[in-house]
Structures are given as C-alpha cells and as structure tokens.
C-alpha cells in the first residue's frame, strides 16, 4: 500500500465525505456499512481494527453514532478541520432536503395527495421499527442476562414510565461490571493504514489543556443558540432546552433517540401528534443523512405553530436549524475533546460490558417504541387506563382503521419475510395511501 493512498489530501476527503453523505440511505446499520465500504475497503484510509475501536466508541456516546463515527475519522485524518467537515459533510446534504419536505409537509398536509402519501407512510415505517428490533435484538440479546435487560427497560418504559435516561445509566452500570469480557487483550498488529496515521500524529495523544481549550469553544458555540432562543418568543426556547437536554441522554442509537423523542415532543409539548411522528420518520427514513434527521421535522412544526413574533414559514425554519444544531454540536464535542482519550485505550474492553447493557436496554426500548406506534397507527383513540396498579395505553377497539393495519400487516410482510428493501416497501405503501384516500375511500 502507497503512503498516498493512507495519507489522502484534504481536498480528496472532502469529495469522499460529501459522497458519503450523499450516500447515507438506510439508516445507521447502513451509514456504518458504507463508510466501512469506501473508508477501509477501497479506500483503506484506516485499519479494520481501528474502524471498530473509533465505532464502540461512538456506540457508547449519547446522540448519533454514523455521525460521530464520521467525525472521528475525519479527525483522525486532518486534525479539527477533518473532523468538522467530514462531520458535518454527513448531515448537510439530509439536513437540506428534510428542512423542503418538512416545508412541504407544514404547508399542503391537508392536500389529498400530500395526506394519501403520509397514509401509507406511517404504517409502513412500524415494519421499518419491527426490523430494526429484530436486527438489534439479535446483536444485542446474546445471552440470558441481556434477555432481561431488555424485558426490565421495556416494563420500566412502558409500565412504570421511567424516564429513558435513567434507564439507560442503569444498564450501563449493571453491564460495566456483569458483562463485561475481562481487561485487556494484547493489540494487534497494526495495518499500514494505521501505522501512517500513528506516524507523527500528535493530535491523537491525551493533551488535558487542549481537550479543555476545545470543550469550552464547543459548549460556547453549542449553548449561545439555546440561551438566545427564548428572546425569539414561541417554541424557540423549548426546542433549544429539549433538544440540548437529548443529546446528552439519549444512548443506544438513533430508534432509542425516538422513543424518547416521542414520548416527549408528543406527549409533553405538544408540538405534533403520533401519527405527525411517524410522518417525519417516514421522511427520515427516505432522505440521506442521520435518522435523527427526524428531530429537524420536530423542530420545523414546533416553530411553525407556535412561531413567536416571527412569521411561521420564519419560526418552522429556525426552530429546524436549532434543532439540529443541538442535536448535533455535542457530538463534535466528544469526539474533540474525548478521542484522544480514547485513543490511548486501543486495545482496552473494560467498558465493552456497559455498552453491551446499554444494547440490551436499547432492545427493550425499541419494542416500547414499536407497540406505542402501532397503537397509534392501527387506531384512532387510545386512552391511558390504571391496571394492576400500572398506567398503560389501551385502545378503543371501535377506533379500529382495517385499511392502516392491512398497510402494517402488507409492509412487515415485504420487509421481514420477503426481505423487500425499505425504500421500496415505503414507496409503495405511500402509492398505497394516495390510491385509498383519493380514489378507493
């Protein structure tokens, strides 16, 4: 291998991480495979095993992990300047198309098309939840120990309503010290790929006053926004508060993001209703870029309802741009001041255990996310009822929509037993909608 192809220009990595961002369908399991594809495959910029160390990194902070495993690579490659463009390289081209479909979406949802779309959307995008349990699950439930991780965040979600951060704190510690593999395993034999890169890379070692120097400049850039939001008036400070406070709690990747997501801007702010979630993770679905990308839909309907002094169309967008500016400017953050750190632990799998209890919960909470949404997929009404001593969601059976559950029931057929791609099952589920709303109902 040719130094060159280890030590690319910063001029050929922009155009490598603008690709990726272009490419970035499929959500984080397909984020992570691309990269792997053109970063250590084709282009062999990095080593397999450096790859994985940067990736459970990510995996055990808060917020999205392609994203940051973006960041860390681009970190490791040219230094800040790396890290900010390949980071944000991999959220702009989906943060420009989801702020015109959340536009669209806000001003014509009343729209007979623009309604049918989003009918067949939203029961479609419950089969994309349902895989995605199923794939974690089988990732993450490798033994019986992670079996009731799992069973106790879904029962403390779903039944005791426990915050979701505690949850996950809690599985975090239990695995930090009963599921973790042992200490340290002796490092292997580095590639060429990432002998360049250790080659003179003084940024990559522990330096306390400048990891401190870089926190305090992103806690300023991060925290500006959010302290001026609330002279905007309307939901801007909300929106700044929540989505800050989300991006340091929400572990476990971007389905257990939503689950918290969810239950709070639906059932806390009001902000939009369950099936108005499912339409903008239907959108997120479709679009490059994070998943997370949904909190930008959020955002956009929150500022535009309730806009302050501003004008709606004004108050949609720049509640938006907020939204993800708080959902992703922590990341930079640890990556930034943390990666050196981690760094120094190639090699070290005394906190694989946490986030193999943070994996566990994550399954747990993706089947509360599941059932919430299919309740309110299936059915019109569903009310919370005291039982057992437990509040849960019970539906009103005569809010029964046979059309929605056939949608449901076709789209997790085509997904999980005919292994039919996401795009194409949500692309025809929408087809599905526009034909029952303009022509069949």
Not at 259 to 265: F, H, K, N, S, T
Not at 298 to 322: E, H, I, K
């Amino acid at each position: 291998m040719s130094v060159q192809s280890s030590h690319p220009s910063f001029a050929e990595a922009v155009r490598v991480w603008l690709k990726i961002g272009l490419l970035s369908f499929g959500g984080p399991a397909g984020q992570i495979a691309t990269m792997h594809r053109i970063l250590v495959d084709e282009k062999k910029w990095i080593g397999e095993a450096r790859f994985l160390h940067a990736l459970n990194y990510c995996m055990l902070l808060p917020g999205p992990e392609a994203q940051q495993l973006a960041t860390y690579i681009g970190w490791l490659l040219h230094r800040t300047a790396g890290g900010v463009v390949a980071g944000t390289l991999f959220v702009l081209p989906g943060f420009l198309v989801m702020m015109g479909l959340a536009g669209l979406y806000a001003g014509l949802h009343e729209v007979p098309f623009v309604d049918g779309l989003f009918y067949g959307l939203k029961p479609a995008v419950l089969a994309v939840v349902l895989e995605a349990l199923l794939r974690i699950g089988k990732r993450g439930l490798k033994g019986r120990p992670q079996a009731v991780v799992a069973g106790l965040a879904f029962a403390a979600i779903f039944l005791l309503g426990l915050p979701f951060p505690l949850i996950i704190v809690c599985a975090g510690l239990y695995g930090y010290w009963e599921l973790r593999p042992g200490a340290t395993v002796a490092k292997t034999d580095a590639g060429a790929a990432d002998r360049a890169l250790d080659e003179g890379a003084e940024h990559t070692r522990p330096n306390f006053p400048r990891s401190l120097r870089v926190a305090l400049i992103c806690l300023a850039l991060w925290l500006t926004p959010v302290m001026a939001a609330p002279f905007l008036g309307g939901a801007h400070g909300a929106v700044g508060v929540f989505f800050s406070k989300m991006a340091v709690v929400t572990f476990g990747g971007a389905y257990a993001v939503l689950a918290y997501v969810a239950q709070q801007a639906v059932e806390h702010y009001g902000w939009l209703d369950a099936g108005e979630m499912l339409n903008g993770l239907g959108l997120a679905e479709t679009t490059p870029g994070p998943l997370i990308l949904v909190n930008q839909f959020v955002g956009f309907l929150a500022g535009f309802r309730d806009p302050g002094g501003l004008s709606p169309w004004a108050g949609g967008l720049l509640a938006a741009t907020l939204a993800v500016w708080t959902t992703f400017l922590p990341s930079f953050l640890w990556i930034f001041a943390g990666a050196p750190y981690v760094e120094a632990l190639r090699g070290n799998r005394a906190l694989s255990g946490a986030l193999a209890g943070i994996t566990a919960a994550v399954v747990g909470v993706i089947l509360n996310l599941a059932v919430w949404f299919a309740l309110h997929v299936v059915f019109a009404r569903v009310d919370e009822v005291a039982l057992a001593g437990f509040t849960i969601p019970v539906p009103d059976p005569a809010s029964l929509d046979p059309m929605a559950a056939a949608l449901a029931v076709a789209a997790a057929l085509a997904m999980l037993r005919f292994h039919l791609g996401m795009i194409p099952t949500l692309a025809a589920a929408a087809l599905a909608g526009v034909l029952w709303r303009m022509v069949l109902s």
